[in-house]
């Protein structure tokens, strides 16, 4: 009666491979799916900040934060945010991709 070959380095690279390449794939579709509806939002004409399919908001938070002082707390970054992104009939609320 053979026995079966014990693991070796090659058969735990290959299932090490598979299991990155499925994380990687899960996480593309995840952040897809996430770009997708925030893309649906601003069809919509939802309040939120100039968009970037690649970066979502983070290119429109640069300018407002170099706008505040060095020692700011995160909750005043983003009410900076809505204040500088604020429609003119609307209310202050803006929606964030990050």
């Not at 900040?49 to 908001?57: A, C, E, Q, S, T």
């Not at 983070?58 to 809505?82: E, G, S, Y």
Request: proline share 9%.
């Amino acid at each position: 009666m053979d026995r079966p070959e014990p693991l070796t380095v090659k058969y735990a690279a290959f299932a090490a491979l598979v299991v990155c390449a499925g994380l990687l794939a899960r996480a593309i579709v995840k952040g897809f799916r996430t770009r997708l509806m925030f893309y649906r939002l601003r069809q919509h004409g939802m309040p939120m900040p100039p968009w970037n399919p690649v970066l979502g908001h983070l290119a429109a938070i640069l300018p407002v934060m170099n706008t505040l002082p060095k020692n700011r707390q995160q909750p005043d970054t983003f009410k900076a945010l809505c204040r500088a992104y604020k429609k003119k009939n609307g209310d202050s609320v803006i929606y964030v991709n990050m």
